[in-house]
């Protein structure tokens, strides 16, 4: 059968949508109820039969959640060309010859209930379960060539629910625990549409979607209660932080995308942190100079936060009255591959804690019962950083290295959280005795679903976590409350929670690359930088950004780094204004990669944001 592919840490291995699955178990049901004189299904929205109570329909999903396979497989490619219906032989004058990869394997998928059953929908169930043992069910395309066949092997699943006691009051202090969410299916975290018809994915899961999930995970493991004296009831509800991605091996607590660090080119490359440096300037009445390296003079770039591997499935949509591949309703979406690594930060006491860590698993994003969003979930506890005096007492020190004369106490704190309060930031900040003296931020927008009210968000400005501040201290005791219990925001969407930065933030910093050793990534970095500079000066214009985010998806659903380098060459001679670069840039993927597919992906990765740095005016 055809499958889409992921890396896995054995290797490739294929992926079964768990939409694909739930389509086919909905029309084997549909068939089997009939048979056993179930009302029909009456193809309509509003249907109520047994079929879209348990399966649901396009846009309700049923009391079923069927889970995406991901299993090794053996792979093929077949051959095959259409045949002209008149003369019974190959259709020439279409030439219609096409080739296929496929796939063949054995895969595990979960089907469980997500809301009660009735004793009629078991019993139906139980016995459809045994019908389709015995004959088995097709999945994907060429069902009716022979394609897609799997026999079926039915046991019942470990049901457990995981074991949650009830939240103790406690006025113990508030910790910093890590929340690592680990993928096993792939995750539809989309943000505000681009599109009439299109939603780009996130590179963050928001701290609303994170707090749902964590909520939604207690409510299925039969603690609805747990989750509204966690979240609601709680005078100090815990506080969720997004989740960024991070690289395997990195420490916990590191995952924030700090906006104060840039990257090095000097040679070897390095990270470092230029807060400092600019509240140095800024109290010395001098321009900051956030483009040179404050220990080696050379240029400055943004540092690339880590990256998250995105797949581009594609989908169609069934004609109930034919029950077959609706016409012209072939359509795309953008998810976060199985695989990927978050993290966010929670503020709680250990009592609040508990249950949140014996959940194991949760669901984030959207099409949950179609096979989407189950992460494992791993809860550790932060390190206790240095006292809040050691650390002012340690940036007063690098200040006054840097000839800035203090007369009070200052201190630079990063917001961990993405921040929307009903009070701008710097009135809230001054009730705690904070005045802002400079700082980057960058304002975002966010919004989500309100599971509890069943509607979706009012889409909120928000100041992006990662961003700083320099401030004047004139209340110590309200700053150390303030970074022990953070600030809840009334929409659970986007509390305050602040970091205050230590010494290490003005040292370099080591970061682990992804697929490449660090000195070869900062080598291609460079290489694409210089690519895309001599393009934009030579007049031969770089594509727009959506043009360059599709070239990078059509990546991701090919191997073959010759027919990316085709699409290229074929794009090339649509878009006239950008045919040289499209041209030049075919032609360095063949000389680079040969048949390293990953190293291509990769490649236009990191030109799709070199592109929006360079492009004429972009830089500024």
Not at 239 to 266: D, N
Not at 449 to 475: F, K, T
Request: net charge neutral.
């Amino acid at each position: 059968m055809s499958t889409a592919t992921v890396s896995g840490p054995s290797g490739e291995l294929a992926l079964l949508p768990g939409s694909s699955i739930r389509g086919v178990l909905r029309e084997c049901l549909r068939r089997f109820a009939a048979a056993r004189g179930f009302p029909p299904c009456a193809i309509t929205d509003g249907c109520d039969c047994v079929c879209c109570e348990l399966f649901g329909v396009a846009d309700r999903p049923g009391k079923m959640r069927i889970s995406t396979a991901l299993f090794p497989a053996s792979y093929s490619v077949t051959s095959g060309v259409a045949i002209d219906r008149r003369t019974r032989t190959a259709w020439r004058a279409g030439r219609a010859l096409w080739t296929e990869r496929r796939s063949w394997g054995r895969a595990t998928v979960r089907v469980e209930a997500t809301r009660p059953l009735e004793g009629s929908q078991i019993k139906l169930l139980e016995d459809l379960w045994a019908w389709l043992g015995a004959v088995g069910i097709a999945v994907g395309q060429r069902k009716s060539s022979g394609a897609g066949w799997f026999d079926l092997r039915i046991r019942r699943a470990d049901a457990t629910a995981p074991a949650i006691g009830e939240v103790a009051r406690s006025a113990a202090t508030r910790r910093r625990y890590a929340l690592r969410l680990r993928l096993e299916e792939p995750a539809h975290i989309v943000g505000p549409r681009q599109r009439d018809f299109y939603r780009d994915a996130l590179e963050a899961i928001p701290a609303s979607t994170v707090r749902g999930a964590i909520g939604q995970a207690l409510e299925r493991a039969g603690a609805a209660d747990v989750a509204r004296a966690l979240f609601i009831d709680a005078d100090h509800p815990p506080l969720v932080t997004p989740a960024f991605p991070i690289v395997e091996g990195e420490p916990p607590g590191e995952a924030v995308p700090w906006l104060s660090r840039r990257r090095c080119r000097g040679d070897p490359s390095h990270v470092v942190d230029i807060a400092l440096d600019v509240m140095a300037a800024v109290m010395a009445g001098e321009p900051p100079a956030v483009g040179r390296c404050p220990r080696c003079a050379q240029v400055l770039e943004d540092e690339l936060a880590s990256e998250v591997p995105y797949l581009v499935l594609g989908h169609t949509r069934i004609d109930p009255a034919t029950r077959r591949a609706a016409t012209g309703q072939l359509y795309h979406q953008v998810v976060v591959a199985p695989g990927a690594v978050f993290e966010a930060q929670l503020v709680a006491t250990p009592e609040q804690v508990e249950p949140i860590a014996a959940l194991g698993y949760v669901f984030v994003g959207g099409r949950r019962g179609r096979g989407m969003g189950r992460a494992r979930l791993e809860v550790i506890e932060l390190p206790v950083p240095r006292t809040l005096e050691e650390r002012l007492a340690a940036t007063a020190g690098e200040l006054g290295r840097r000839g800035v004369k203090l007369s009070g106490t200052l201190a630079i704190i990063g917001l961990v959280s993405d921040v929307a309060l009903a009070e701008p930031l710097a009135s809230v900040l001054s009730d705690y005795g904070l005045r802002i003296i400079t700082g980057d931020a960058r304002v975002i927008e966010r919004g989500g679903w309100d599971e509890l009210n069943n509607r979706p968000r009012v889409l909120r400005e928000a100041i992006a976590a990662g961003s700083w501040l320099g401030v004047e201290v004139s209340d110590l005791e309200s700053l150390r409350g303030l970074e022990q219990d953070g600030l809840p925001d009334p929409e659970g969407v986007a509390p305050l929670v602040i970091q205050v930065h230590d010494s290490w933030e003005v040292r370099e910093v080591a970061r682990q690359e992804g697929t490449m050793e660090s000195t070869g990534r900062d080598a291609l970095i460079r290489d694409v930088r210089r690519f895309c500079r001599e393009h934009a000066a030579g007049k031969r214009s770089i594509p727009e950004r959506s043009q360059l985010h599709n070239l990078l998806r059509y990546a991701q659903q090919t191997d073959s780094v010759e027919e990316l380098a085709l699409f290229l060459e074929y794009q090339a001679t649509r878009l006239r204004d950008s045919q040289r670069f499209l041209v030049d840039l075919a032609d360095e993927l063949r000389r680079r990669y040969e048949s390293d597919s990953a190293g291509a992906r990769e490649h236009l990765a990191i030109l799709v944001r070199a592109a929006e740095v360079e492009r004429p005016g972009g830089g500024s």
